[in-house]
């Protein structure tokens, strides 16, 4: 019986004389195992209500109870262990109250693996208009109807328990880039004072967790000082947000240096947002665990598709009469079926067939570029697929003639 994600076990309800003496088992979280190391990147498994999701990890992203023009099969086929909603975006449509009505998220989107719920601030900040930010939380109008909501740190790890959300993440102020110093500073200490209140709200159960996100922008010392704030809180694992929102890659590798050392080695670490494939090779070397980015989905529906060599745009004209496949050594639906030109034809033909198979044939890139980095890492031999893989993935993809 599942009440809102809550678990009621008979067997714990009813005690007999012999088992009254017997202290209960200690509540926990998720579970998070590390098991080899290569530098700094690292091969471990975390374990959730719903499942064991392998790390380094890639997760699709969800918003809004869906993987766009995916059924949660085909998401299951690719590899994913676990995906992403959201909720600014399911509190307004259809409502976290009807969704436990129903069952849950799992329930209702046919998702039996975990998933993990972002908090809504980043989409308060990007979508919605007139909102104001107070010590409280926020008040934005809905990007839908135009209605008014609150959003306090509480109320959005209620809503994400409503949810079932596995991986709960604590309301933050998504800092603007660029942003000064001073600037970043206010918006990252009210971060840290929100996760301390998510902390407290959040009810505490077997394989469900809590991350706190570090934030502070491009400013070192307020890296160091948001992940020890954090690290003082306490949670299941560790988020970091603010990047990839327009520093590019260099100053966002240069944040993770000085961060994810800061963090707990026991807990695994969340990129938040990112990225593109070389970001999550290159992100993977400093520390992080998860990952989470539209970008291969709405790659897929603008006709772009990643392979090996790179990422090439299948609407070019140089594909329409190319009988091979996107890639030859990929086994994805649609590698094994189907060619270039006719990928090309429903592209420019603007059919959904061709959305539905480029972003199939992305997630399926994408789950294998992280099944052989977690394989490397296994290996010790992570440097060298670095180095294989930059140089396949920026050597271009291979015109057909040659």
């Known amino acids: 019986m599942r009440l809102h994600g809550l678990h009621w076990n008979a067997k714990t309800s009813i005690q007999s004389d012999d088992d009254a003496a017997e202290s209960p088992e200690p509540v926990s979280g998720i579970k998070f195992k590390l098991g080899n190391t290569d530098g700094m990147a690292r091969r471990g498994d975390i374990t959730t209500a719903h499942g064991v999701i392998q790390t380094p990890a ?3 992203v969800g918003t809004a109870a869906t ?24 509190m307004l449509r259809p409502g976290a109250e009807r969704i436990a009505a129903l069952g ?24 919605s208009e007139l909102r104001k930010i107070t010590e409280d939380g926020v008040r934005f109008r809905s990007h839908i109807d135009g209605s008014y909501h609150d959003l306090s740190p509480e ?41 301390e209140r998510s902390k407290t709200a959040f009810q505490t159960r077997d394989g469900y967790g809590l991350f706190g996100i ?18 003082d809180i306490g949670f299941d694992g ?27 080695a026991d807990r695994p670490r969340y990129l938040m947002g990112v990225g593109k494939p070389e970001d999550l090779v290159g992100a993977v070397a400093r520390g992080i665990d998860m990952f989470d980015c539209v970008l291969p989905t709405r790659s897929g529906r603008t006709g772009q598709a990643f392979t090996r060599r790179g ?49 199939w044939h992305n997630l399926h890139y994408y789950q294998q570029l992280m099944s052989g980095i977690r394989g490397a890492i296994e290996a010790g031999s992570y440097a060298d697929f670095m180095a294989a893989f930059d140089a396949e993935y920026n050597g271009g993809d291979i015109p057909l003639g040659d």
């Open 104 to 127: 849950g998220l799992h329930t209702f989107m046919n998702w039996s693996g975990p998933i993990l719920t972002d908090s809504g601030g980043f989409q308060v900040m990007s979508l």
């Open 58 to 60: 890639f997760m699709p």
């Open 238 to 264: 560790y988020a970091v947000g603010g990047l990839a929102v327009g520093e590019g890659q260099e100053a966002m590798f240069a944040t993770l240096d000085v961060t994810t050392p800061a963090l707990p």
């Open 214 to 231: 570090v934030q502070g922008g491009v400013y070192p010392d307020l890296r160091a000082e948001s992940s020890r704030a954090l690290s």
């Open 67 to 90: 993987v766009k023009t995916m059924r949660p099969e085909s998401v299951r086929e690719t590899g994913a262990e676990i995906i992403l909603g959201n909720t600014y975006h399911l």
């Open 311 to 359: 990422q090439i745009n299948i609407r070019n004209a140089r594909h329409k009469d190319d009988p091979r496949p996107l890639d030859e050594e990929c086994t994805c639906p649609a590698c094994k079926d189907y060619s270039r030109a006719y990928l090309h034809h429903l592209a420019t033909s603007k059919e959904v067939l061709g959305l539905m198979l480029l972003s």
């Open 155 to 195: 109320r959005s790890v209620e809503i994400q328990c409503l949810l079932d959300s596995n991986i709960t993440m604590v309301l933050d102020e998504c800092t603007p880039f660029p942003a000064t110093e001073q600037q970043a500073a206010d918006s990252m200490r009210l971060s840290m004072r929100w996760a």
